[in-house]
């Protein structure tokens, strides 16, 4: 019988409020449905964006190291000598920025200082070594130069000595109320693991029957503004701008994006904008998750998360193939 680590070890890059955290943690409800704990335990986090910092603290009463990634490798991020990475990790999660890789972007690529924001990701796998990591991108990621920018950044990682494995998920295939796709690749140490092949990633949940916006969101329809956490919205009038239309009551909502400058999606009456616990829980993240500091930060941590079902999903997948490959 083969033994199974209690906990397995987890470095988190570009954190944000901690989406895909969540989920690798497990222990929450998110849509009336109660998601396990899972066997990782998060010992270090990072982010550069200090609102995300305050929400990540205070909902995971864990410290997070507020700061450039950049700076903190190379030393110069003040007191550094407090917030250096782990000499060693299990696990490695980081969804490096990607607004330069969305369609909805500029899709500068790689050819911009955020779009090789992953190289940092590659720097913290050298030094850790983990077991394994998993990045996580938009679907913009593969369509960028033909193809190649996934491609390079497959590469960058299996030079490390990684297999590296890329798929394609739709979170509504995995009961969130959202049609948000994203790229997750997963890394697996050659010397310790064998690579992590499509059969291994979360096999879909709701591919027949996908979770709807009215399933989730109607009891919020008629409370009043800040009648429940997080419930205030964008007053931005309508325009002819990227989310100015209404959701649909019967299906799964749009992506909730990071930038959209109060353009948030309207609500399926039409009376106004989808309000920041709406948006959360087009996220499935849970209805006790408040976000700090303001209504505008709140929309903006998370439209760039991972949704924590999705997470979660992709950790029980994690956790079942390292404790099977593991010796």
């Known amino acids: 019988m083969k033994k199974v680590k209690k906990k397995y070890k987890v470095t988190s890059l570009f954190s944000g409020c901690g989406g895909l955290d969540l989920g690798f943690v497990g222990g929450f409800e998110s849509l009336g449905k109660k998601y396990s704990k899972r066997n990782f335990s998060i010992e270090w986090a990072n982010d550069i964006d200090p609102p995300s910092c305050m929400t990540f603290k205070e909902y995971f009463n864990h410290e997070i190291v507020c700061g ?11 007191s550094i000598e407090n917030n250096q990475i782990p000499k060693s990790t299990d696990v490695v999660l980081g969804g490096f920025p990607c607004q330069e890789f969305s369609h909805a972007g500029k899709r500068r690529g790689l050819n911009s200082e955020r779009g090789t924001l992953y190289r940092s990701m590659a720097e913290v796998i050298k030094r850790t070594r983990p077991m394994l990591f ?3 991108n938009v679907k913009g990621l593969l369509t960028i130069d033909g193809g190649g920018a996934i491609d390079i950044i497959k590469d ?21 109320p959202q049609r948000r796709e994203r790229v997750i690749i997963v890394g697996t140490r050659k010397d310790v693991l064998p690579i992590f092949k499509d059969s291994d990633y979360p ?8 979770v709807s916006v009215g399933e989730v969101l109607a009891d919020l329809e008629n ?14 009038k309508k325009n002819k701008g990227q989310g100015n239309n209404a959701i649909k009551k019967d299906q799964p909502g749009p992506t909730m994006r990071t930038e959209h400058h109060g353009n948030i999606e309207f609500h399926w009456n039409g009376r106004r904008r989808l309000s920041a616990r709406e948006a959360a829980r087009i996220q499935s993240f849970p209805d006790n998750m408040e ?6 930060q709140a929309y903006k ?11 979660w999903h992709v950790a029980k997948s994690v956790e079942l193939f390292l404790n099977k490959n593991l010796k």
């Open 68 to 78: 450039n990634i950049i700076h903190i490798l190379d030393g110069t991020h003040q």
């Open 134 to 136: 998993v990045a996580e």
């Open 156 to 176: 960058d990682f299996a030079s490390l000595g990684y297999h590296v494995n890329h798929r394609l998920l739709l979170a509504a295939d995995y009961g969130v």
């Open 203 to 210: 096999r879909p949940t709701h591919t027949n029957k996908p």
């Open 223 to 236: 409370i009043e503004e800040g009648g429940f956490l997080n419930h205030f919205w964008s007053k931005a």
């Open 291 to 296: 976000f700090f500091p303001s209504t505008s």
């Open 301 to 311: 941590q998370i439209g760039n998360a991972v949704p924590p079902v999705l997470g």
